[in-house]
């Protein structure tokens, strides 16, 4: 697996709330095909941001010695309580801004969550892709995450289009 090219990856916190609000946003916005939320299910307040970030883990890359926030993506371990389940934990809305692509970053934070995920004693980690997301789902392959699934017509664009979706799954 390649290394993440002039990155920092890390936990956001609170203060990182107005960055990561503009860039989930964004993906949202350009990419309305990847993720089961708008960008109108998102028009929030900062304080919403702030509340995601304390629930769970938020994770984002940036340029280092910078506030720019490249990427960003979601575990959720907060959700993860079933007494049945809390073995598994998802990992939710993998973003990398378009002009950093191609730089390792959305494996550097795959990396990063597989890790904390572990640490906290999780056993699987599962995540969703589009079946027409070659590149989200060729990175998924890279950091051992394999299909176990698919759901066609999982999502309905505004446009009329229908998304397959490819479930996958990596023991930890």
């Given at each position: 697996?390649?290394k993440?090219?002039?990155?920092?990856i890390?936990?956001?916190?609170?203060?990182?709330?107005?960055?990561?609000?503009?860039?989930?946003?964004?993906?949202?916005?350009?990419h309305?095909?990847?993720?089961?939320?708008?960008?109108?299910?998102?028009?929030?307040?900062?304080?919403?941001?702030?509340?995601?970030?304390?629930?769970?883990?938020v994770?984002?890359?940036?340029?280092?010695?910078?506030?720019?926030?490249?990427?960003?993506?979601?575990l959720?371990?907060?959700?993860?309580?079933?007494?049945?389940?809390?073995?598994?934990?998802?990992?939710?809305?993998?973003?990398?801004?378009?002009?950093?692509?191609?730089r390792?970053?959305?494996?550097?934070?795959?990396?990063?969550?597989?890790?904390?995920?572990?640490?906290?004693?999780?056993?699987?980690?599962?995540?969703?892709?589009?079946?027409h997301?070659?590149?989200?789902?060729a990175?998924?392959?890279?950091?051992?995450?394999?299909?176990y699934?698919?759901?066609?017509?999982?999502?309905?664009?505004?446009?009329?289009?229908?998304?397959?979706?490819?479930?996958?799954?990596r023991?930890?």
């Open positions: 697996m390649a993440a090219q002039n990155v920092s890390r936990r956001l916190g609170p203060a990182d709330a107005p960055a990561f609000r503009v860039l989930r946003l964004r993906g949202l916005t350009d309305p095909d990847a993720f089961t939320s708008t960008a109108k299910d998102w028009d929030l307040p900062l304080a919403a941001y702030i509340e995601r970030i304390e629930a769970g883990h994770i984002g890359a940036f340029e280092p010695g910078t506030d720019a926030m490249l990427g960003h993506l979601f959720p371990t907060h959700l993860a309580t079933g007494v049945k389940t809390r073995h598994k934990c998802e990992v939710w809305s993998v973003y990398v801004v378009p002009e950093a692509r191609g390792n970053i959305a494996e550097a934070m795959l990396t990063h969550a597989i890790d904390l995920a572990r640490e906290l004693g999780f056993a699987w980690l599962k995540l969703q892709v589009g079946e997301n070659k590149a989200a789902r990175t998924y392959e890279r950091v051992g995450f394999t299909v699934g698919r759901e066609e017509d999982y999502l309905r664009l505004p446009d009329g289009r229908s998304i397959t979706e490819l479930m996958m799954q023991r930890l």
